[in-house]
């Protein structure tokens, strides 16, 4: 609640006044093409026991996506517990979180022509600017919350954290934020956060963990499931050992268009059909005119490409192409709408770090 804001938690209460389940909202911001679009984040969702079953989770989410709407919220995102609950609200896989594991002895690198500078006391201030440049490139990053920018910096109980940057201070390349811990099965090195802007900074953070391998069995750190940190390594000794996919509700079909980026060598125009049962402003056919890497939304068109406000969402996000959701029955469309759509969308697999 500290970390929300109490203003910002929505519950839902009996007649009699007495509350019996609740939410928090996260106003933050999540990029796409290379743009941030406002985003609600959902966390703390739960009902008390015996209320649960009864329909209260679904009434909540109803009413709180109704209130993101009125106020003009393109995009909400949030990690479920069970997918049935947050379908029936329209959210549907957005994106990757995803944990690597490796062991320190097989990292290999040994480049230390970049300095790391250990950096204390560790505040977020110190690695906003390094992280948004990483954010910025990267489709699913969170425009992070105060809140979750806490959460990386703050040491698990009774543990120390460590923040160094990579390169010089003036222009740095990178940074890694790590906790130490000894597990059942050896010493780990969990990084918290992580950003290489370069080369360079690649090289040296392999390096750096690499040093480590006289006490420390593992490192593990959290990417995408096709992690281009682990191109560098000589072998396959890193291993994906855990993945789940965080759900994105289209709050907003026009804005949630509007705002996000595309590639800006594309010029084309995309024809929508779209269903939503929930919030209906979001029913009916769309123009998606794409130029200079903007989108402007109109309503009418010939709906060349017909699907719901679910199957919109792994469009959207570039988690799956057009032409895979086509099969799996996820929309129906032209071929040239596919086309189009593959131009705009399919830029790149859409992750995140963070946990909320
Ligand atoms: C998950 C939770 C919020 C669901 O609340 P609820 O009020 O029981 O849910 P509802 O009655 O509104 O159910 C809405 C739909 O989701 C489904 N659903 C709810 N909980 C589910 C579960 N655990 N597994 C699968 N489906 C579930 C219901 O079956 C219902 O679908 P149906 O009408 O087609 O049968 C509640 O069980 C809870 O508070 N759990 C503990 C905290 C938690 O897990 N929070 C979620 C964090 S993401």
């Not at 984040?41 to 996506?65: D, F």
């Not at 120390?160 to 790590?178: C, K, R, S």
Request: hydrophobic share 35%; with cysteine.
């Amino acid at each position: 609640m500290n970390s929300i804001g109490q203003e910002n938690f929505r519950y839902l209460r009996q007649t009699s006044g007495r509350a019996i389940g609740g939410l928090g909202i996260y106003y933050m911001g999540q990029w796409y093409g290379g743009q941030s679009v406002p985003m609600a984040g959902i966390a703390a969702v739960g009902i008390v026991p015996e209320y649960r079953g009864t329909g209260a989770a679904y009434e909540l989410l109803k009413q709180m996506l109704a209130e993101l709407h009125t106020q003009g919220v393109p995009i909400s995102t949030l990690y479920p517990a069970t997918q049935k609950l947050y379908r029936k609200v329209g959210y549907e896989q957005g994106g990757s979180y995803c944990r690597w594991e490796i062991p320190a002895a097989s990292i290999h690198l040994c480049d230390r022509h970049l300095p790391m500078t250990r950096v204390t006391p560790v505040h977020y201030a110190t690695f906003q600017d390094i992280y948004d440049q990483q954010a910025q490139s990267t489709n699913g990053h969170l425009a992070r919350h105060q809140g979750i920018w806490e959460r990386v910096v703050e040491p698990a109980k009774e543990q120390a954290i460590y923040a160094y940057l990579i390169g010089t201070e003036d222009q740095p390349e990178g940074y890694a934020i790590f906790t130490q811990k000894q597990e059942p099965d050896g010493f780990m090195i969990s990084i918290k956060d992580w950003v290489v802007l370069t080369p360079a900074a690649l090289r040296r953070f392999w390096t750096f963990f690499a040093d480590h391998r006289s006490q420390i069995d593992r490192v593990r750190w959290f990417s995408s499931p096709l992690d281009s940190l682990t191109l560098l390594l000589p072998e396959q000794t890193a291993k994906l050992n855990f993945q789940q996919r965080w759900m994105l509700r289209i709050v907003d079909v026009p804005k949630a268009l509007e705002k996000r980026g595309y590639p800006p060598e594309i010029e084309t125009e995309l024809h929508l059909e779209v269903r939503d049962d929930l919030l209906p402003q979001n029913n009916g056919k769309f123009i998606l005119k794409v130029s200079q890497g903007r989108g402007e939304v109109a309503k009418g068109g010939n709906g060349a490409l017909q699907l719901d406000i679910r199957s919109l969402v792994p469009l959207y996000t570039g988690l799956f192409p057009p032409y895979q959701l086509q099969k799996s029955g996820h929309l129906e469309a032209t071929t040239d709408a596919l086309l189009r759509a593959k131009q705009l969308f399919s830029t790149s697999h859409p992750w995140m770090p963070d946990f909320f």
